[in-house]
């Protein structure tokens, strides 16, 4: 839907028109913010716009009735669909019509927020069990985790169709991120294994001369390093190991679907050996299905309780080189085990060498509602807990191999 403005532009060129072609008369922008006002309040006598949808916005206006128009149904109760409209019903054929037409009349982004709401607001998620309807919907990170949720309850003639819309997505998420991660995180373990007698091809020529700008000979206009930087040849050996320890309760939805990504592009890493453990109440150790991540996200099952301490404990369990060794702990930190079982044993990850870094969550939605005592504690401890975006997370984990500074955002550290 289309921004709305709430006062009266100063110039007629000020609103926007149709496509932006041009200064708009005062009267015809007028006539714009009554539309927009109308299409936002839904009509009915007590919206004062008196505007009167015609061609498209009708069709716009029947698939938001349809799924935000609200009222009062017999028990007081707020109900879909009373006001402006039927709402979208039990039957197949509506939803996907409805589908159809909201993505004829909104773009990709707004889509995804329409479907996101009928899945929350009208019960969508149950016709999603159904092929057809999962070849309507717009793909996104959310459809994958709704898809995740109902994957113990989903018919096998759905599965095919379920796998293929999540594979889409995971690909383009691999599109975006794969390449920058794999960038980052090479680079980091290169300067990791930096050597302070290189091989002339392996010399890092701006580090080595910034080191030895105090022995410039002015005379020869020339610098004649004493300490030459440089970075060992590649090696196959493993440099470094990652344990991502994700939790698949309901609320890490998106989370877990970047962390099955991530994890499937470290795997992909030679110099790195990477495990991925995914918990609820129970522990599950998916590291051999890490070479495809779609069945990594089938083999998680969202939803249930939490239990940290006893997932914390199972990794620590598996950690051979612990100065070596980086954790990433991603969940919201409601703790359903020993809390101070689960502080002590990041403490003793610590002491061991281990780098270990808390993030709230694995997403572009921010920070979600967390433990904030939990997460206190544990940056108390050095052990930093913040949300984190998938774009920032290459960066996250090229300083935690290199154990520098983390790139905490601004407002996102508990």
Not at 11 to 26: E, L
Not at 378 to 400: E, I, Q, S, Y
Request: aromatic share 4%; proline share 5%.
């Amino acid at each position: 839907m289309t921004e709305v403005r709430t006062a009266q532009p100063a110039h007629a060129s000020d609103v926007p028109g149709d496509g932006g072609v041009g200064p708009v008369p005062a009267s015809r922008g007028e006539e714009e913010r009554l539309r927009r006002w109308r299409m936002v309040l839904g009509g009915g006598p007590a919206d004062g716009t008196g505007y009167v949808p015609a061609g498209n916005d009708v069709a716009m206006d029947k698939a938001l009735a349809a799924l935000y128009g609200r009222g009062e149904g017999k028990d007081g109760r707020l109900k879909a669909g009373a006001e402006r409209g039927a709402g979208l019903g039990g039957s197949a054929p509506s939803v996907a019509r409805w589908l159809g037409d909201v993505r004829t009349y909104f773009p990709s982004s707004v889509v995804q927020v329409m479907q996101r709401d009928a899945i929350d607001r009208l019960g969508l998620a149950a016709l999603l069990l159904e092929p057809e309807m999962l070849e309507a919907v717009e793909a996104d990170v959310h459809l994958v985790g709704t898809l995740l949720s109902l994957n113990k309850a989903m018919p096998e003639e759905t599965k095919e169709t379920a796998r293929a819309v999540v594979r889409k997505v995971v690909e383009e998420l691999e599109k975006r991120l794969a390449s920058r991660t794999r960038t980052a995180l090479t680079g980091a373990l290169d300067r990791s294994a930096r050597i302070s007698r290189p091989r002339h091809h392996d010399i890092d020529w701006n580090r080595t001369i910034a080191a030895n700008l105090r022995h410039y000979l002015p005379e020869y206009r020339t610098i004649v390093p004493e300490r030459l930087i440089g970075y060992g040849r590649a090696s196959q050996a493993v440099k470094k190991e990652v344990v991502l320890c994700v939790d698949q309760s309901g609320s890490m939805a998106a989370s877990v679907v970047y962390a099955s990504v991530f994890g499937a592009v470290l795997a992909s890493m030679r110099s790195l050996a990477t495990r991925l453990v995914v918990f609820d109440t129970a522990v599950v150790d998916l590291t051999d299905q890490l070479e495809d991540p779609v069945d990594v996200l089938f083999g998680t099952q969202l939803g249930g309780g939490t239990d940290i301490n006893r997932a914390l404990a199972y990794c620590q369990s598996r950690i051979t080189r612990p100065a070596d060794t980086v954790v990433v702990l991603i969940s919201d930190l409601y703790e359903g085990g020993i809390k101070d079982e689960m502080l002590k044993r990041v403490a003793a990850m610590k002491a061991a060498g281990v780098q270990f870094v808390t993030l709230l969550a694995l997403s572009d939605e921010g920070a979600p509602s967390y433990d904030r005592e939990h997460a206190a504690a544990l940056a108390a401890l050095g052990a930093p807990a913040f949300a984190c975006t998938p774009d920032l997370f290459p960066d996250v984990m090229a300083a935690a191999l290199e154990k520098g500074t983390i790139p905490i955002p601004e407002g996102a550290a508990a």
